[in-house]
């Protein structure tokens, strides 16, 4: 790599922002908004803005308010009022409605695609001079030689399997930049890497995180009531299981329904796509989808993590925003306006100040981190299961976070219980026959495209431990808990285990599940080309 | 000599085509636009005869409205020299796209023209066959390896029975297949530089070309939904199974 490094092709800019999601173009838009002449970048791994975004979304408006005001007057395509709120306890057959939490109200909110969105704001960025490259994935950290950030370094294109060019090589270019804005939203691969070089996360409990799968349907005419949002918490989870889920009607029949699990869970078997696939079959629910077609679907996780997670958020030419932070608030489940009003927050600091340094302190004193510091110790008192996490969001609530107690975080990938320590959980699953029969059919609706031949993207640390330890501890729990059965366990009788792990990479809808669940941590997931991935239409 | 090469904006081949629900079209609200694959294999020709040395000037054309500069641009940032949007309202039919290319081809005296063998979305495979005939040249289809010398070029054109080669006299009309070559990745700093390379509009009006709908769509529907299959336990079962839905 080194020896190439030198001949890499150069281009320069102020600031070079990775990731054309909310936070990011929020970033870019506000930068150009104060300073026009400043030369600013968006380098986007999705074919184009918004193919890899999958999001609820019941958004607050305000941020975008602020960023863009008079942005109703033109609005994105998707674009409905919340008319209606609701959320129900349910039990294997019964809905029982409860009262919706105040963090949970919806009035004023609008129900949005957050990949339309994105591709909505994205020309809004580019009229003000922005230049934005969908298509390219940022592969990995330039650094300075005083062991700053100092830029990204884009992903080589026509590079075989076995890492050897192709007739159709194309080395990836350095673009270099005094500040890098990382808005990679959850669990971003450079972000990660950042993290752990400048230690960022040394005085914050570890990340936490939930994986959200979702479908948008086109269900028969007369079930949709646009604007109506609908959440529900319990089956098909078990008490110790945190999660839920969201019904949005959109407009033109339109529904979008996901369901998010926290990725703590405990049970090694546990499969959040099974889960979601059951909650489509509760007795309140199938009929709304009996007679429609998905018209799309994937995977995402999400941060949870909240305050007590929040890393430090700046580093020597660095800077994280949005879910790249960890910014979402949980209990509300919306991290969009919160990811845009850090993307707008961070413009503000660096137009201000002239740099990166101090947005930490600049962020901390902020609303975005106020938010965030008042409902902290919701997720966490779900640890105890379901009803005592219940009590403890009651109390929160009620005095609006101002106890004088945080309760911790632990790492996702540390709670799975061992095989032999777990009490089986009965699982009396329905049999299923609304679509999709499987992960591979639903995949199909993540129109997801990576040319096969190319390195796999999920680097595997340690394959030993997937044959050897992971099966009798845990029964390879790779193989349920990736939404889209990228990872596979093949009988191979010439392998002393008798099984060898095949990785169906061209599946991955880039959720990054894997590299959170994962008990080993050898999981690590890498750009794959630049523009492969998912291709999301309306998600 | 200068190369005319033709570039249609159709919906991503990736992309799950779906009917609208009144018949009328097929969706693209919200859906990935590219260009039409076999467009982006005739331009990567083109560069490759221009890097030869035997062509100077490569100058991608698309018809339609404003939106298929987003594909012209991505032609100037693979390489062509400057493009041309003829622009217009409605959808084009092929023999009026083959009409207008008639006069583009005489307004710049390119010496060849490459096209796609069909664009993805209607799958006509007729611009360039019309074009060969409107314009009185030779014509060269399904191309899957081209070879210029002097004014002729040496073609390999994919037939049914296999492979023939023909070599045609210059300026003509080529149409390439899918593996003439794989298309090159745009560079980063190839797509800035695109921004500032010519993209002349031309109304189509002004080529003094009329729209003509000789063809008229009368309505879309999906292919039929597949049936749900049911596991048999033998040949016996198959057999009766068969049977009782009369297929044996
Ligand atoms: C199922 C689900 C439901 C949700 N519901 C809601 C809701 O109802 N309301 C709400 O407000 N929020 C909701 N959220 C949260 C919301 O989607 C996120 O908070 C928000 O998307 C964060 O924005 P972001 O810009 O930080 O990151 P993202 O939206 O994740 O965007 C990151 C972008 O960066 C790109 N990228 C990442 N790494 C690279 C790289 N190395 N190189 C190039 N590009 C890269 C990605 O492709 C992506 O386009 C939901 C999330 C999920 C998963
Ligand atoms: S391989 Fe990993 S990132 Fe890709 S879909 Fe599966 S869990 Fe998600």
């Known amino acids: 790599m080194s020896e190439t490094a030198n001949e890499r092709e150069v281009m320069e800019y102020d600031i070079i922002i990775v990731g054309a999601g909310p936070a990011g173009l929020a970033c870019a838009i506000r930068l150009k908004q104060l300073k026009p002449d400043m030369m600013v970048a968006v380098i986007e791994k999705g074919a184009e803005v918004g193919a890899h975004i999958l999001s609820g979304a019941v958004i607050e408006p305000g941020a975008l308010d602020e960023l863009l005001p008079g942005w109703l007057d033109n609005p994105p395509p998707v674009c409905i009022p919340v008319a209606d709120d609701e959320i129900a306890f349910l039990t294997a057959t019964s809905k029982r409605k409860i009262p919706t939490p105040p963090q949970q109200r919806n009035h004023g909110n609008f129900i949005v695609s957050l990949g339309a969105l994105c591709a909505w704001m994205a020309p809004q960025a580019e009229d003000l001079g922005v230049d934005i490259f969908p298509g390219y994935a940022a592969a ?265 107690r945080t309760l911790h975080n632990h790492a996702d990938h540390s709670s799975l219980i061992k095989l032999q320590d777990m009490q089986t959980i009965e699982r009396p699953w329905v049999e299923r026959d609304l679509a999709p029969r499987d992960r591979l059919a639903s995949v199909y609706f993540a129109t997801t495209d990576h040319d096969e031949d190319q390195p796999i993207h999920l680097q595997i640390l340690d394959p030993e431990v997937c044959t050897t330890r992971c099966g009798e501890e845990y029964n390879y729990p790779c193989t349920r808990f990736c939404p889209a059965e990228v990872y596979e366990m093949i009988d191979d009788p010439d392998t002393k285990a008798g099984k060898r792990l095949q990785i169906n990479a061209a599946n991955c809808v880039h959720c990054k599940t894997c590299d959170i669940k994962d008990p080993y941590q050898i999981i690590n997931w890498v750009t794959p080309e630049g523009g492969a991935g998912p291709n999301y239409q309306n998600l | 000599m200068k190369i005319l090469v033709g570039i249609k904006r159709v919906i991503d081949y990736n992309v799950r085509i779906r009917v609208k629900s009144d018949g009328s079209g097929v969706e693209t609200d919200g859906v990935k636009m590219s260009i039409n694959p076999f467009d982006e294999i005739a331009l990567e020709e083109a560069l490759r005869i221009r890097e030869a040395g035997n062509a100077d000037e490569v100058i991608v054309v698309s018809l339609g409205g404003n939106e298929c500069q987003q594909q012209l641009r991505t032609g100037l940032a693979m390489g062509a020299d400057r493009a041309i949007q003829v622009d217009s309202a409605e959808s084009l039919q092929p023999l009026t796209i083959a009409r207008a290319f008639l006069k583009l081809v005489e307004k710049e005296q390119a010496g060849l023209v490459m096209l796609g063998k069909q664009a993805i979305d209607g799958d006509n495979s007729q611009t360039a066959q019309m074009l060969a005939a409107l314009w009185g040249r030779p014509q060269a289809t399904f191309a899957s390896a081209v070879e210029l010398s002097g004014n002729k070029a040496m073609v390999t054109r994919e037939v049914d029975a296999g492979l023939e080669r023909i070599e045609v006299d210059l300026p003509a009309v080529i149409s390439v297949d899918l593996r003439l070559n794989e298309p090159r990745f745009v560079k980063l700093p190839d797509i800035m530089k695109a921004k500032r390379k010519p993209l002349e509009v031309i109304p189509v009006e002004d080529l003094g070309v009329a729209p003509e709908n000789d063809l008229q769509f009368t309505s879309h529907t999906p292919p039929p939904v597949r049936e749900k299959g049911i596991m048999v336990e033998d040949a016996a079962q198959l057999v009766a199974e068969l049977k009782t839905r009369g297929l044996l």
């Open chain 1, 140 to 404: 990995g950290i330039r650094y300075t030689d005083d062991g700053a950030v100092g830029g990204v370094i884009i992903g080589d294109m026509g590079v075989n399997r076995e890492g050897q060019p192709k007739d159709t090589y194309m080395q990836g270019i350095e673009i270099h930049a005094p500040l890098t804005v990382l808005a990679e939203g959850s669990r971003g691969h450079l972000s990660k890497e950042l993290i752990t070089k400048y230690k960022l996360d040394q005085d914050s409990d570890p990340q936490a995180y939930g994986v959200g799968i979702k479908e948008l349907w086109q269900v028969a005419p007369g079930k949709c009531k646009p604007g109506t949002v609908q959440h529900s918490i319990g089956w098909p989870l078990d008490t110790s299981t945190y999660g839920g889920s969201f019904i949005y009607h959109m407009d033109k029949d339109r529904i979008a329904v996901g369901f998010v699990c926290a990725l703590d869970y405990s049970d090694p078997e546990f499969s959040p796509f099974e889960a979601f696939q059951q909650f489509k079959h509760h007795p309140s629910v199938k009929p709304l989808f009996e007679g429609g077609e998905i018209l799309s679907g994937g995977a995402r996780t999400i941060v949870e993590g909240g305050a007590q997670s929040l890393p430090k958020i700046e580093m020597p030419g660095a800077l994280l925003i949005g879910d790249a932070a960890g910014l979402l608030n949980l209990p509300k489940i919306k991290g969009t306006h919160q990811a845009i009003r850090s993307g707008t927050l961070a413009a503000n600091h660096v137009v201000e100040t002239g740099g990166g340094r101090g947005f930490d302190t600049t962020l901390r004193e902020s609303p975005i981190f106020k938010e965030l510091h008042k409902v902290r110790n919701i997720r966490p008192g779900f640890n105890k299961g379901l009803w005592r996490g219940l009590i403890t969001a009651g109390i929160e609530t009620i005095t609006a976070g101002k106890l004088p």
